[in-house]
């Protein structure tokens, strides 16, 4: 057989189908696509860390555990001690860790529409089926819509981003209440944005037996150490923990959390500036006649109205200014574009840019 036909025949027809995940390049750009945090470190810090990661034992495996960083993380997090942790390669790890505890097993996983587009391409990729939750007018949750696809989907794990991503929106308590008291399945609330909301539904974790909550130090700072985690009661985690990998998180990570942890306060500080920057870019983004949607998270959303998305975001990037395009990935995303918050002086790079390709 050629190499080809060998192809053909062994890596089934979906993955040959299908395309990588695609990643911009964003060499020399203003970085506003993906919510990381613009800040860096002090350099006094950076050149400490350098001489922690310069002890690390690179020559053996990580702690399988990575317990140097369960109590300090706790204790910032203000995790209560009945609760469990289980880490991540990233949240995106620990998402397809649930998933992927369902295969061969029938039952489904469902995520609101639109929302955050991993829990459907780790559901396809581990061919378990997906089932999309409806959103109203407000891009709150549908509680007849969902009770209905509920009913017939019969999903075993619920994924409910609070807030949202895309939309930026948090999901009204009282109705994620109803959804979580009327369902047999887990509900997993991923609080990938706790940093920039005083929304907390860790108690929750406590309170339901159906309940846990997935957190991450992405969008606070740390999106190249890749570290997510699952908070949920000791009888959930030590299942989970069964199906994770034993080293997944690797030494120099787990090395730059610990330290990052020591100086937690420059990560809430950091975060305090995104958040006064989201009003601000907000403010300025409405006076220029963009409608802006609220944001609970560290990015917004802005109708282009009577501009073309698209043709922003190509002109913002001749800019050297990058942005996320929405337009065209859901039907209640047209012409929308997805601004990350970032430094006041990134903020007026857009705005400038956005200027001049408004008065062409
Ligand atoms: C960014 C994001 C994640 C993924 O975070 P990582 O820890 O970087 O994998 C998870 N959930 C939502 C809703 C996100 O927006």
């Not at 970085?31 to 613009?38: I, R, S, Y």
Request: net charge negative.
């Amino acid at each position: 057989m050629t190499r080809d036909e060998l192809i053909q025949a062994l890596i089934p027809e979906r993955v040959r189908q299908g395309a990588a995940y695609q990643i911009p390049d964003a060499t020399g750009m203003v970085k506003l696509d993906a919510m990381e945090n613009p800040y860096r470190w002090p350099q006094s810090l950076r050149d400490e860390l350098a001489i922690r990661l310069a002890d690390c034992a690179l020559n053996r495996y990580p702690d399988p555990h990575a317990d140097s960083i369960r109590a300090p993380l706790a204790q910032w997090m203000q995790i209560p001690e009945t609760l469990d942790l289980l880490f991540g390669n990233g949240s995106d790890e620990i998402i397809g860790l649930l998933i992927s505890n369902l295969i061969g097993t029938g039952r489904s996983v469902c995520a609101p529409d639109p929302s955050f587009v991993m829990f459907q391409v780790l559901a396809n990729q581990y061919s378990v089926p997906f089932r999309a939750l409806p959103l109203d007018s407000e891009f709150d949750i549908d509680v007849d819509g969902w009770m209905d696809g509920l009913m017939e989907a019969d999903p075993a794990l619920i994924f409910v981003p609070q807030p949202n991503n895309p939309t930026g929106n948090l999901f009204s308590k009282d109705r994620l209440a109803q959804i979580v008291e009327s369902t047999q399945a887990l509900i997993v609330i991923d609080e990938a944005y706790t940093a920039f909301t005083d929304a907390d539904y860790l108690d929750w974790a406590e309170r339901y037996p159906n309940v846990v909550v997935m957190r991450t130090l992405s969008k606070v700072g740390l999106a190249g150490s890749r570290f997510g985690m699952l908070i949920g009661h000791p009888e959930w985690i030590v299942e989970f923990d069964k199906i994770r990998l034993p080293y997944n998180i690797n030494v120099m990570s787990q090395t730059a959390v610990q330290f990052a942890l020591e100086y937690a306060s420059i990560l809430e500080e950091q975060s305090g500036l995104i958040r006064q920057e989201r009003s601000r870019l907000s403010s300025r983004l409405s006076e220029r006649g963009f409608s802006v949607w609220h944001s609970e998270a560290n990015f917004v959303v802005m109708d282009c109205g009577v501009h073309a998305a698209r043709d922003l975001f190509e002109g913002l990037k001749q800019h050297q200014v990058l942005v996320k395009c929405l337009d065209g990935s859901h039907p209640r995303l047209t012409n929308t574009l997805r601004l990350t918050v970032g430094t006041p002086d990134e903020s007026d790079a857009l705005l400038s840019a956005l200027d001049q390709l408004v008065a062409r």
